[in-house]
């Protein structure tokens, strides 16, 4: 069991650091954006250096208290906040959002753990870089949990998901020891790695205190389009023909649905939407200079439109027009927001099985009600942000008692189909029974195993992604 | 203290499975490329299926028995022999190399361990794809062994390494429960990453049985050319032009020293060397079929020319030339081979450390003796293999005493630069004392734990990674 951080501990704890470190913690950080939990917290605790992020952590293994990492505070499974049991310590990495080095002609860029997303993708920018990580909570999303979640979103088609954007992790361990992994190689064969143990271990097996991390040249050339297609199975076929014509240059590829924009129209009216149509796919290629990009949009539109695989479409011919094609893709979310899910999947599947998946939870949603669904996300990546919605005149409070069945629904046929019901977001909170449910007993027992091996006492993160 | 795999086991472990699947162990299982160890092995299992594999390693973690999987036996760290000790089961898959899935449209292939990474080309080719992973050993080196080791090669720049290519796997775990991942999606945020903790275990987690695998399009075009540089440094800048002209095409990038050509023309005189210069490097492209392969090469030759990058050049003008240049660089590992190095370093390094590592650890060898150095290799991965002989005249068996020497002198040097001891070959046996000198104490202490939770007795290739 866990002792809370209770005054005689966060009075202990300020003696070991810098006036100032610790706080009461503010309301602020023990809410998340789906509003599901309240967290709570003893101390918040907002150290400037590793040295202190492990003299913190060292306290607390003595103590077992509990230690809850926060970022940005953008996570949307509940992995920044423990709703309940003794108090934690709140570890916010805010005031480490330093720059360590940078080196453009090396395509790296090393950086503190609470360095703003849009900061890391400026400081890259301003080198003449890449750095392609890019979703909607970028403004605000934190490095370090961007890398603990193995955050995906717009780019990982061309790109990688977070943790292929990652050379090197510096990080404390559970016990207070520091992992001095900040390297910026391409090849190190040197034992187990644990920077992608820890990437993606949201926080319950160390607290990533830095990265080095990969950038990209800046495409010379990026054309986009919005295609209206036959239906999602078409979607794919057209993704394969794009990737035939410009391998490796497709650097998104985002499904749309008529209920998307629907949404729009209904509560994010100011966001002109420019085509309506049952499916529509946001294209967009990273070209070299050496082609022409017109000319290549042109042969792939024809192409597209002669195999039936496009029946409409806008190009567009300006960055403003660029722009308006990526807002109606970037409100989705917000619309969703507004109407209010009764639940919301983020799923990955078989590229294969993409079709059918979206064909048969419609049916398998049917028998269970009436619902208005928005299936939309990264297509390419075979990953869905399948969301069931209420029907006009109604709202998600009346649903309550449905999501579990709705999101049972969903998910089964997920895993039937070999899906992931945790393709971007994680486990979190939210989602570790369906990881008890849906995961594989071997890798269970296992994570278990290096979960009780790493921090025996359970301090880290308790709660999340493991009971 | 692990038992022996002696009579009385074998038998045991021979009534719980098929007939035949197990042999006394032969010579080749007992033997390593380097010949710097013999193995030891009481039994050799050849099972044909995951719950053949499962049922022996249940056996030998219920009798406290070692094994050792053996893949193609092409690892060049001694990771597949255990030269002493308590006699093990050596265990081998190349029974299991059927393919059990491919699909073209999903750039998925899934294939069992014992495939020989030849034929996974193969299968990828026949169906239309590209698997990219390349290196010497291809022709009887194993996915499951690649994996393992996390293996490298020639198309690492452009592709990623082993791990990067492997979307999931399927591996029996030190206590005979099989983790059942053979996945194949691009998005998979359900917990702590076993996949990575497997891939560059070198066998020491468990055993890969099967993995899915990413494939990629055949590029329409190839260009590729044998360019003289002023030097290392020179070669770095040429990289960067390359990746500006051609981002993300650039396919291979490998350094070639004088001396490598000069052991070429000693003893592997039937390979024909069409330049001849203290530094060259081996560069292709692959491009879609939409660029002119031709004019973007002059145009990369113009501009390196004009930039003092590149003094001279042979650009393949056919598939017969292109053969030709490659085949210098291929064998250059043989030439190395016929004059028998002192001490051979897989080194990494970050790509603006390269050349100062040539010029240091030049200086500082010198220091300790006269030697020929042969420094070549994967310059755009910042992989070197820095190969120390003796001079014309002088065998190794004369420096004997100098190994120790030389290797200390090269590794130190690379980890006072941030480099890595294993860029791509994997600790194995051979660099066991390596991990320990200059690995993390964090990590090698998160190693350790992790290894004793999940192999508790310690019978997954003892002694391999860590003593």
Not at 119 to 147: H, N, T, W, Y
Not at 173 to 179: C, F, H, I, T
Not at 382 to 393: A, E, I, K, Q, S
């Amino acid at each position: 069991m866990l002792n809370a951080a209770d005054a005689g501990f966060a009075e202990h704890l300020a003696g070991l650091l810098p006036d100032g470190t610790l706080r009461d913690v503010s309301a602020g950080y023990l809410t998340e954006p789906r509003s599901r939990w309240a967290g709570v917290g003893g101390v918040l605790a907002l150290p400037r250096t590793t040295d202190e992020v492990a003299v913190i952590v060292r306290a607390c293994a003595a103590a077992r208290v509990g230690i809850v990492p926060w970022g940005g505070g953008t996570g949307l499974v509940g992995g920044q906040v423990m709703p309940g049991g003794a108090l934690p310590v709140v570890l916010s990495l805010e005031r480490m959002a330093a720059v360590r080095g940078i080196w453009p002609d090396e395509g790296v860029l090393a950086v503190e753990a609470g360095m703003v997303l849009a900061s890391v993708q400026d400081a890259a920018r301003a080198a003449g870089r890449l750095f392609p990580l890019s979703l909607a909570s970028e403004g605000s999303a934190r490095i370090g949990g961007l890398l603990a979640t193995n955050a995906g979103g717009l780019n990982v088609l061309r790109y990688g998901n977070a943790r292929d954007l990652c050379l090197g992790i510096e990080a404390v361990l559970p016990d207070g020891s520091v992992l001095r992994g900040l390297k910026r190689l391409r090849k190190d064969n040197t034992g187990y790695d644990l920077r992608h143990l820890l990437i993606g271990a949201e926080g319950t097996l160390g607290v990533i205190t830095a990265a080095s991390l990969r950038l990209y040249p800046i495409p010379a050339q990026v054309v986009t389009a919005l295609l209206v297609v036959p239906g999602p199975e078409a979607a794919l076929r057209l993704l394969g023909l794009a990737q035939g014509i410009v391998p490796g240059m497709v650097q998104a590829f985002e499904l749309i649905a008529r209920q998307g924009l629907e949404f729009l129209a209904e509560v994010v009216p100011e966001v002109a939407v420019p085509l309506t149509a049952d499916w529509q796919v946001l294209v967009e290629f990273g070209l070299p200079a050496r082609m022409e990009a017109e000319a290549v949009m042109a042969e792939f539109y024809e192409a597209a439109s002669e195999a039936g695989l496009v029946l409409d479409g806008v190009i567009a011919a300006s960055e403003a027009q660029r722009a308006g094609l990526w807002r109606v893709r970037e409100n989705l979310p917000e619309g969703n927001r507004r109407i209010g899910a009764v639940s919301s999947h983020d799923i990955s599947l078989p590229l294969g099985a993409v079709a059918e998946l979206i064909a048969r939870a419609g049916a398998a949603l049917a028998r269970l009600g009436d619902w208005r669904i928005n299936c939309f996300g990264h297509l390419g990546d075979g990953n869905l942000h399948y969301n069931v919605f209420p029907v006009r005149g109604r709202t998600r409070a009346d649903h309550e008692g449905d999501r579990e069945a709705v999101k049972r629904c969903v998910h089964d046929l997920v895993d039937s189909l070999g899906g992931s019901v945790s393709a971007e977001h994680g486990i979190g909170r939210l989602k570790v029974g369906d990881l008890e449910r849906y995961g594989d007993p071997a890798k269970l027992a296992a994570m278990r195993a290096i979960k009780a091996a790493l921090d025996p006492a359970g301090i880290m993160n308790p709660g999340a992604v493991l009971r």
